[in-house]
């Protein structure tokens, strides 16, 4: 079973936080280092993938992803891609170059993923994908 979390992008401090706590009923969340639960529309929820990249680096939605396909006959990198995590129709992938190329996550390994940002605090590396 694959644990979950939450991490959450506040933009009026221009920062990630780790989500402590969730009270759905009162549509808030407790943030890391916060004091006062905040209403849910302040922030952008992101949940974790439960995947780890190359590195060991936790995966969550949001995080823009380098993914690196081998020609297993030569040792040699053919292929990169770099896209967003997302999540719809029941599994998350990997959108890249809008929709026309989705990447499924369950087709791919850790030594395949590289976190390298996240669309919130590097939105510019979707940009030079393009």
């Given at each position: 079973?694959?644990?979950i979390?939450?991490?959450?992008?506040?933009?009026?401090h221009?920062?990630?936080?780790?989500?402590l706590s969730?009270?759905?009923?009162?549509n808030?969340?407790?943030?890391q280092?916060?004091n006062?639960?905040?209403?849910?529309?302040?922030?952008?929820?992101?949940?974790?993938?439960g995947?780890?990249?190359?590195n060991?680096?936790?995966?969550?939605?949001?995080?823009?992803?380098?993914?690196?396909f081998?020609?297993?006959?030569?040792?040699?990198?053919?292929k990169?891609n770099?896209?967003?995590?997302c999540?719809?129709?029941?599994?998350?992938?990997?959108?890249?170059?809008?929709?026309?190329?989705?990447?499924?996550?369950?087709?791919?390994?850790?030594?395949?993923?590289?976190?390298?940002?996240?669309?919130?605090e590097?939105?510019?590396?979707?940009?030079?994908?393009?």
């Open positions: 079973m694959r644990e979390k939450f991490r959450a992008w506040n933009e009026g221009k920062k990630m936080f780790e989500v969730l009270f759905p009923p009162l808030r969340l407790q943030l280092g916060q006062n639960a905040i209403p849910l529309y302040c922030v952008k929820l992101m949940q974790y993938t995947l780890h990249d190359k060991g680096k936790e995966i969550y939605e949001g995080d823009i992803i380098k993914t690196t081998f020609d297993f006959y030569n040792g040699k990198a053919f990169a770099i896209g967003h995590t999540y719809g129709d029941g599994c998350y992938f990997i959108m890249t170059d809008g929709h026309s190329s989705n990447i499924l996550f369950r087709s791919l390994t850790a030594d395949n993923l590289e976190v390298i940002g996240n669309i919130w590097n939105p510019e590396l979707l940009e030079v994908a393009k």
